[in-house]
Structure formats: C-alpha cells, structure tokens
C-alpha cells in the first residue's frame, strides 16, 4: 500500500478526541476541539459538531474551520450531549503524503507515528483495503467525471474520458461529550409549586432571588402566581403576593383576572381582599364577561347578592349579547337565582346577538322529569298564564286533600 493511500484510510478510521468544555451559561455552552494527530494538516481540516436531539436524533450546531464554537438558544438547566467529526478538505487530500513527509523527515518515520495515532484501529490489510466495510472499493474516495467528446470523423461515435478527482473524506465520530446549561436559578415551575402549596417563605426566597418571578406565566396550566393562590383559596398567599407587588389585573390565557376567578369560585373573603386592593371590577375575559356573569356561573346566591349589592350591573351584556339573567337560564341556574335577577329589574325582552329571545330559552329548559320548568317560566315570560297555572294548582291540592282525607 502507497503512502498517500495508507495515510487517507488511517485518517478516515482516525476517531478524533470529544470537544471539551470551555464555558456555559444558562442559555449557551461554549465548546473548543485541538486535534494534534494530523497537526501537518489542520489548515486544510473543517469540522462538524453535532447536538444529540430527537427528531431528528442527532443536528447539526456547527460546521466550519474554527475550532471552537458557541451554542446559543439552548434551554437552562437540560442536559446536552455533542460529538465531532473532523473533515479533510480535498485541497488537502492531495497533500496528505507530501506534508507528512515534510513533518515527520521520511517515510518509515511516517508509517509508524501515524500507525501510533490510531493504535485502536486495526492494522489495514492491503487485502481487505476498508475493516469498516468489506465491500468497499478502493475508487470510493475518488469522484468520477465523465466527459463525453465527439469524433471528428463521425460525430455519432463517442468516447468518455474518465477523469479521476479526489474528493474530500472525513474522520468517524469523537466520543460524545456530555454537559448542561446552567441553573437560571428558581425554575418557574418550583416556584409555582411553592405558591400553590402555601409555602410563603419559600415564596419569599424564591422572589428575593430572581424577583421576575412574581409575573412568571406557569406554562403547564397558563396562571400566574396570584391566579394560582386566588384559584387555591389561599388568602394569606394572596395577601402576601399583593404585598410584593403582584399585579391585580395581570391576565391568564382565557384572559380571566384573578378577581374573575374568586367570583367564579364562590369565594367570598378573597372577593372583598381583592376589590379592597382595587381589581377592576369591568375588566372582561376573551369572552367579553364580567364578574356578574362569573357569579351566575358560581351556582352561588351569595356570590350574586354580594357582586350585585356592589354595584353590579344585571344588564351587562358579554360579546353573545348574553345578560347575566339570560346566561342564568342558558346554565340552567337555580330558581332562586333566576328569581334574584329578576327582582333587581332585569330586562326580560332581551335577545342574544344571534336573535334568540330569553322567552324562548325559557321554554326550552326541562326539569329531571323532562317537563318544562313552570317556576322559570312564570319569571320572566310576561305572557305566561298565571290564572290558568293557578286553578291547575288548586284542582291538585284539592284533590290531594281528598285523598288525604280518605286515609284517615
């Protein structure tokens, strides 16, 4: 085997040392390479890292001369694996056996220091000219040119001149190197869980060292820490939140204030700390809801009373053109409910943005007997039969009486 050949197969069965580590923050990990094995070379070497992923399983950070390279957008706190191939540029492949001459002084020099290099990697075989690949060929490093030129004589006849140029090859993969970014300190996800257990030192710690925290979105559920404390019924959290400047109004996803959800939980206490902070009491949802109609849909005669006797308006209408009286019966509230709102002056000939009166929302409500609910009916639908409903009434209770009156 020819010099120039042995030296291009121990450089393709060559496995290059793992980049190393040079610095990491918590977005970007700073990786440097030296290979020395082929020093008479490196000016000709390019070099490809790689970063394990999923899918795809491996990617590719970097490509080119440099032999260090910063990867940036990575997640802190996530655990990275790299590796790295050297490249011979095919500027350099022709040059392999004149340089290593050059640098060793001759030959023999060169066929046992580079045989010293790659001692992990069985001797070559002239034989057998690739131990990786049995079926490879000795042309495979090459790349084929065909040219086809006509004959002057005949210009149907053809002939190819085939044209063999080296092409570049590359290393095997390094050892993989396996780091992390670095801590952004307390994750939102602890802290979320901090708020939502109660723990208001922890909280308190957590806050001292990374302050932004207390607006942080936790984005598994999409609540901040106030909505998160407000949703447990935690008031001393919430209080304590408030007093480090949590902001009243800050929104979730369906753009819920936190005052929206302790209305909707019926949560009385946590209502008046909130409104005595200053919450906005119009601020509406993506839905265009007030906290009126998060009180119909608390279930909670006390919840309404307590929105209502505030100021509340029983005429707010939400982006359906839906009342809190007309969203009471689409959620098929309770009389007691239905009969509050209608006793505040609630409009009863109000129709939805898609035209459909209340009347007839009414009419379409059924009781667990699946009869049409009578007492809702008498509530809001003006042309109700009163006088015939309250005969019917009579005949019954008379003759239950009757009954009654059989038995004694």
């Not at 109660?198 to 207390?214: A, S």
């Not at 005595?276 to 998060?294: P, V």
Request: hydrophobic share 35%.
């Amino acid at each position: 085997m020819d010099l120039q050949t042995f030296l291009e197969e121990k450089f393709k069965c060559w496995q290059p040392s793992a980049p190393s580590v040079v610095d990491r923050t918590k977005c970007t990990i700073t990786l440097s390479w030296q290979q020395d094995e082929f020093g008479f070379i490196t000016d000709q070497m390019l070099y490809k890292i790689e970063m394990k992923s999923k899918l795809p399983p491996w990617i590719t950070v970097y490509s080119g001369g440099k032999t260090s390279s910063t990867i940036d957008n990575l997640p802190p706190r996530y655990p990275h694996r790299f590796r790295l191939k050297v490249i011979l540029k095919a500027t350099g492949v022709s040059l392999l056996s004149e340089r290593a001459i050059q640098f060793y002084g001759n030959e023999e020099s060169v066929y046992n220091k580079v045989n010293d290099i790659v001692h992990n990697i069985k001797k070559i075989d002239e034989k057998s000219f690739s131990t990786s690949n049995p079926d490879m060929k000795k042309e495979d490093h090459l790349m084929k040119i065909t040219v086809n030129t006509p004959n002057d004589n005949n210009i149907k006849n053809k002939r190819q001149a085939v044209i063999m140029k080296r092409c570049w090859i590359e290393t095997s993969w390094s050892p993989e190197t396996w780091t992390s970014t670095d801590t952004d300190g307390t994750s939102a996800i602890c802290f979320s869980m901090a708020v939502r257990c109660g723990y208001i030192k922890q909280v308190q710690v957590m806050l001292d060292e990374r302050p932004e925290l207390i607006g942080i979105v936790n984005a598994t559920n999409g609540l901040t820490p106030l909505a998160t404390a407000v949703r447990k019924g935690d008031i001393n959290t919430v209080r304590f939140l408030i007093s480090v400047g949590a902001e009243l109004d800050q929104r979730i996803g369906a753009g819920q204030t936190p005052l929206h959800i302790a209305v909707l939980s019926s949560h009385i206490p946590m209502v008046e700390l909130l409104l005595e902070k200053g919450a906005d009491t119009q601020a509406r949802d993506n839905n265009g809801m007030l906290i009126e109609h998060y009180a119909v849909d608390s279930g909670s005669l006390d919840m309404l009373k307590f929105v209502l006797d505030r100021g509340g308006d029983v005429n707010a209408r939400d982006n359906n053109g839906w009342t809190p009286l007309f969203r009471a019966l689409c959620q098929d509230a309770s009389t007691q409910m239905v009969q509050e709102l209608v006793s505040r002056s609630s409009k009863l000939d109000v129709c939805d943005n898609a035209g459909l009166p209340m009347t007839s929302v009414a009419k379409l409500l059924k009781n667990r007997h699946d009869r049409s609910r009578d007492s809702i009916l008498r509530l809001v639908d003006s042309q109700y039969p009163h006088e015939k409903a309250l005969a019917n009434f009579t005949r019954l209770t008379k003759k239950i009486n009757h009954v009654h009156t059989l038995f004694k």
